[in-house]
T-cell receptor, first 114, second 115 residues
Framework: DVKVTQSSRYLVKRTGEKVFLECVQDMDHENMFWYRQDPGLGLRLIYFSYDVKMKEKGDIPEGYSVSREKKERFSLILESASTNQTSMYLC?????????????FGQGTRLTVV | AQTVTQSQPEMSVQEAETVTLSCTYDTSESDYYLFWYKQPPSRQMILVIRQEAYKQQNATENRFSVNFQKAAKSFSLKISDSQLGDAAMYFCAYRSGSGNEKLTFGTGTRLTIIP
């Protein structure tokens, strides 16, 4: 089974802290994604990566950065956490191709910034 | 830009009955893929069903089927013989077939199953 693992299910951080959310996949997927999930807004794409050291901005990249030093690991970084970044964060991965292969998701990290 | 709209924030259905969740999308592309994902209370997103836009036949996976109306840009999910385990958030999603890899999601429908 494909496994996408996020390092924490729940996280509480203080305003201004630097926060790292880690995601690891074990299926050699090229593509990895970070989404933010908020009630009434669905899932919104923050950043994605299609290869090591490659990244592209999604729809809401402001206040976030990412790092992909190894193929299996994709990190989301909040340089200076703010209360409006309190949310559920979901990581996903999939093969890069033009067919309809599905994306696999991690179990989510619920981040609270106080 | 593509958009996905789910107009039903919440739905409920009696156990063993049938329910249909609505989804519409907006795109100028002809090649794309559509998905329904389920997110139970465990928060694990699970693929329910997928549809390739070039296929006219509606996708079916056991009790789950879709009504894909390409001209109307509509992609509804029908759940037959609803079970308690079907209770979840359901998200409709779109992905371009042009090489843009991202999934665009709707805002979700929370489905409650009434015993």
């Amino acid at each position: 089974d494909v496994k996408v693992t996020q390092s924490s299910r729940y996280l509480v951080k203080r305003t201004g802290e630097k926060v790292f959310l880690e995601c690891v996949q074990d299926m050699d997927h090229e593509n990895m994604f970070w989404y933010r999930q908020d009630p009434g807004l669905g899932l919104r794409l923050i950043y994605f990566s299609y290869d090591v050291k490659m990244k592209e901005k999604g729809d809401i990249p402001e206040g976030y950065s990412v790092s992909r030093e190894k193929k299996e690991r994709f990190s989301l970084i909040l340089e200076s956490a703010s209360t409006n970044q309190t949310s559920m964060y979901l990581c996903a991965s999939r093969y890069i191709d033009r067919t309809n292969t599905e994306a696999f998701f991690g179990q989510g990290t619920r981040l609270t910034v106080v | 830009a593509q958009t996905v709209t789910q107009s039903q924030p919440e739905m409920s259905v009696q156990e063993a009955e049938t329910v249909t969740l609505s989804c519409t999308y907006d795109t100028s592309e002809s090649d794309y893929y559509l998905f329904w994902y389920k997110q139970p209370p465990s928060r694990q997103m699970i693929l329910v069903i997928r549809q390739e836009a070039y296929k006219q036949q509606n996708a079916t996976e056991n009790r789950f089927s879709v009504n894909f109306q390409k001209a109307a840009k509509s992609f509804s999910l029908k759940i037959s013989d609803s079970q308690l385990g079907d209770a979840a958030m359901y998200f409709c999603a779109y992905r371009s077939g042009s090489g843009n890899e991202k999934l665009t999601f709707g805002t979700g429908t929370r489905l409650t199953i009434i015993p």
